[in-house]
């Protein structure tokens, strides 16, 4: 079946289908846990994945995530949502493995559509050096794909969102702005090549250019927005993030996007959530606001290291930008400046 | 004034079809929405092209008063 527009399917997309933070923390805060010896991160932390010491000296580092389409072409979303999924594993310092894939496919859909996110995802994964090994599939209204994925890593060097520290700066490795921009490109409003490119872009050498640096804490910016991510950063961390906006670097569009109202709904959510947590100046303009709590789908690698090694990061690895520093805890986790 | 029901509709779609009716009636309308991200983003997409908003609150949704 070509021409499929499989955003035209769903009511939601990418990240920005996620359950609201605060019904979350809701629903699953007081759920009894069963304690396990070599679980070093479970289900209590707000980390990317969770992390299992295998007892040899590394880490078993474990993650899933799916989602809508956020694009029409059924290759570039298996790509996409492939890229995504794998971030998790990188966001935690780990080398990912192995996959095994989640596909909700509705039964009008051509099964050929299936075949070719299958297709874009096994291009991701083999450039990721990873292999997917089997899965499961569900007949569903909308479609849903993504991947669960296991990486390994060495246990002194598994990252982790605790351990930023007063003086490291805080380093962005993707531009900011996909939600915005992704719903203005579904009004017809704009084009999105740029998201698109960079959705589909594996956050596999943000990782590997810190190789041999000083990695204090680190996370990937998705759903939660920049917002929701640097808050459980720097909470977990018990520091304050103070961001500068002017130094936060958004695709070309996004403000736009906001401006004229191109909002995704997970914006107004994640704020809800957050807006007791974070400090935000009142003379920051509303659609600016928008840009700072607005969902990202497959962002980049948020990193906190001591200076020196975020200079040289950022030498090794273009693209990426210091979006702000780590001071003691104050007020707020996070503040924007 | 016009009246543009756009209940039962989630973003980006309320704004699509505010940006369509207010073609047809420059000087202003009425915009009926049901949740607050469209309240919200119709809100911005007005106030962005230089029209004054007032919201009205009624039970489970919004008139959004579209005015010069």
Redesign the interface.
Known sequence: MEGVRLTSLVRSSGCNAKLPPGDLHRALDDLPQRRSEALIEGFESSDDALVYDLGDGRVLIETVDFFPPMVDDPEVFGEIAAANAISDIYAMGGEPKIAMSLMCFPSCLDISVMRRIMEGAIRKTEEAGVVIAGGHTLSDRDPKFGLAVTGFAAKDKVWSNKGALPGDVAVLTKRLGVGLLMTAHKAGETEAEEAISQMRLLNRRAKEAAEGLEVHAATDVTGFSLMGHSYEAASASGVTLRIAFDSLRFLPGAEDAARFGFVPEGRYTNEDYLSDKVHIPDSLPLHQRDMLFSPETSGGLLIFMPALDAKEYLERCPGAYAIGEVLEKRDKCVEVI | MKTLDASGY????P??MTKKALKDSPDGLDVIVD???SK??????AT?LGYKVAVEEGSGNWTLRISR
């Open positions: 989630s973003c980006p779609e704004v699509i949740n607050r991200a919200e983003n119709v809100t911005r997409y962005a």
